[in-house]
């Protein structure tokens, strides 16, 4: 008795139902068709190739996957990308300056050793941005700082590189 090989035909498509979204993605316009479960994240990742933009623990924990949505931080692994339909988002990708020149927090994390890994750095950045660009009186005691980067986790450094690069860039930037 022969055994018949069976073979499971793998779709070309998700069988989710899908929208169209338009938004601002690192000052560019983009439109896509996207499936209404899709991530943030994923979509950011997947569809514009913006790997700078990580996925730790895709349960809005770690930080890892922070970018800026209209100016505030928030978790792109807990965000439909069709919630960011009409938004303005911003990933690391947009930090640095036009000419490859880094931004002053960029520099402060490298003058300062405030990374090691690096996972968790875009996250940390972009969160720290965000308190940056506030209008909420920016407070730089340790106790301060640690309260700003309170929903990025980092497995490797200790934080105390961390907060010392949040005063030095605070300084550059001429902030609190």
Known sequence: MSRAKIRTKLPTK???????????VN??????????????????????GLTGTH??????????CTVLID???????LTFAAQAAGCEVRTIESVA????????????????????CGYCTPGMIMNILSSFNSSAPLDLSDEGIR???SGNL???TGYQNI???????AKAMSLG
């Open 14 to 24: 998700s069988a989710d139902s899908t929208v169209d979204i338009e938004l601002t």
């Open 27 to 48: 000052g560019e316009q983009v439109s896509a068709e996207v499936s209404t479960r899709m991530l943030l994240s994923d979509f950011l990742r997947h569809e514009l």
């Open 55 to 64: 996925v730790g623990c895709e349960h809005g924990v770690c930080g890892a």
């Open 71 to 77: 100016g505030v931080a928030g978790r792109s692994c």
């Open 97 to 116: 300056n036009k000419d490859g020149t880094l931004h002053p927090l960029q520099e402060a994390f490298r003058d300062c050793h405030g990374l090691q």
């Open 147 to 149: 309260d700003i980067i």
């Open 154 to 156: 980092c497995r490797c």
């Open 163 to 169: 907060i010392a690069a949040v005063r030095q860039a």
